[in-house]
Nanobody, 116 residues
Framework: VQLQASGGGLVQAGGSLRLSCTASDIVFSAHIMSWYRQAPGKQRELVAAITSASNKNYADSVKGRFTISRDNANNTVYLEMNSLKPADTAVYYC???????????WGRGTLVTVSS
């Protein structure tokens, strides 16, 4: 199983980025797909998640600014990030986990840096 995340980069505060994560060798449509982030010196935290039925939930800190979506035909989950803040600076990871299963799969992460 591989999760390949991309789309990170350097952006000014107020700007936008779109992250993508493409999965291989899993039944993508059956997995809950999530984005997490980890800032330097901080614990990894959940940013957004989307179920196989496309139900979504977001961390309070990103509600109204970030949008998670999925394309089951292309095994890809997206994170559209708008109105970015320096506090959004982190390595962003995607995760796949099937409901009811303990095992989860993680991508390597993509760095997002927001300058003030």
């Amino acid at each position: 199983v591989q999760l390949q995340a991309s789309g990170g980069g350097l952006v000014q505060a107020g700007g936008s980025l779109r992250l993508s994560c493409t999965a291989s060798d899993i039944v993508f449509s059956a997995h809950i797909m999530s984005w997490y982030r980890q800032a330097p010196g901080k614990q990894r935290e959940l940013v957004a998640a989307i179920t196989s039925a496309s139900n979504k939930n977001y961390a309070d800190s990103v509600k109204g600014r970030f949008t998670i979506s999925r394309d089951n035909a292309n095994n890809t989950v997206y994170l559209e990030m708008n109105s970015l803040k320096p506090a959004d600076t982190a390595v962003y990871y995607c995760k796949a986990q099937r409901r009811g299963f303990a095992r989860a799969y993680w991508g390597r992460g993509t760095l997002v840096t927001v300058s003030s």
